[in-house]
T-cell receptor, first 111, second 116 residues
Framework: KQEVTQIPAALSVPEGENLVLNCSFT??????LQWFRQDPGKGLTSLLL?????REQTSGRLNASLDKSSGRSTLYIAASQPGDSATYLC??????????FGKGTKLTVNP | DTEVTQTPKHLVMGMTNKKSLKCEQH?????MYWYKQKAKKPPELMFV???????INESVPSRFSPECPNSSLLNLHLHALQPEDSALYLC???????????????FGDGTRLSIL
């Protein structure tokens, strides 16, 4: 059974800092890994999707990497801003239509 | 603004009521999903519809009844719910429901459900 772990559970940083969020998964047989952002009381916004054959994806200040063999992914956020404050979730897709989510990292960026 | 629209945004109901949650998307996606999310927890998959057919039911109690009338619309019918069913119910869609699809899922903002 696939299990997804995100560390840390919460992170507080000053504005402008670069930061890394971590995601690990137990079964390396995945099709893709997706990073989401969730604001309080809202749905999920897809940030980046990395296919199993890819090593990284970039969108603006966000860069996600994937090391499938070791079961790890990182989300790098450059020059963090208060508007980046949210919960960040990673989810993996294995041999079904189902996404398996981690519990998320709650990020607070202080002005 | 999300391209997956869920109504209502909030719903309060008693344990004997019958209500329905609605989800619409007009992106031409052929796979639609219902998730349940409790506070400070990740979303948990409930149902998947692929090409208007139910493809996954994650052992959800029968008091939750999904329906997919057409490719753009997904309903979740609720009856005799329990207080522990109070949660945020999220709908999502993706271009296809294929197992090897590498298309992202797009989520709505959810319906906040409270059972009295």
């Amino acid at each position: 059974k696939q299990e997804v772990t995100q560390i840390p559970a919460a992170l507080s940083v000053p504005e402008g800092e670069n930061l890394v969020l971590n995601c690990s998964f137990t079964d390396s047989a995945i099709y893709n890994l997706q990073w989401f952002r969730q604001d309080p009381g809202k749905g999920l916004t897809s940030l980046l999707l990395i296919q199993s054959s890819q090593r990284e994806q970039t969108s603006g200040r966000l860069n996600a990497s994937l090391d499938k063999s070791s079961g790890r992914s990182t989300l790098y956020i450059a020059a963090s801003q208060p508007g980046d404050s949210a919960t960040y979730l990673c989810a993996v897709k294995g041999g079904s239509e189902k996404l398996v989510f981690g519990k998320g990292t709650k990020l607070t960026v202080n002005p | 603004d999300t391209e997956v629209t869920q109504t209502p945004k909030h719903l309060v109901m008693g344990m004997t009521n019958k209500k329905s949650l609605k989800c619409e998307q007009h992106m031409g996606h052929r796979a639609m999903y219902w998730y349940k999310q409790k506070a400070k927890k990740p979303p948990e998959l409930m149902f998947v519809y692929s090409y208007e057919k139910l493809s996954i039911n994650e052992s959800v109690p029968s008091r939750f009844s999904p329906e997919c009338p057409n490719s753009s619309l997904l309903n979740l019918h609720l009856h005799a719910l329990q207080p522990e069913d109070s949660a945020l119910y999220l709908c999502a869609s993706s271009p296809t429901g294929a197992v090897d699809s590498n298309q992202p899922q797009h989520f709505g903002d959810g319906t906040r459900l409270s059972i009295l």
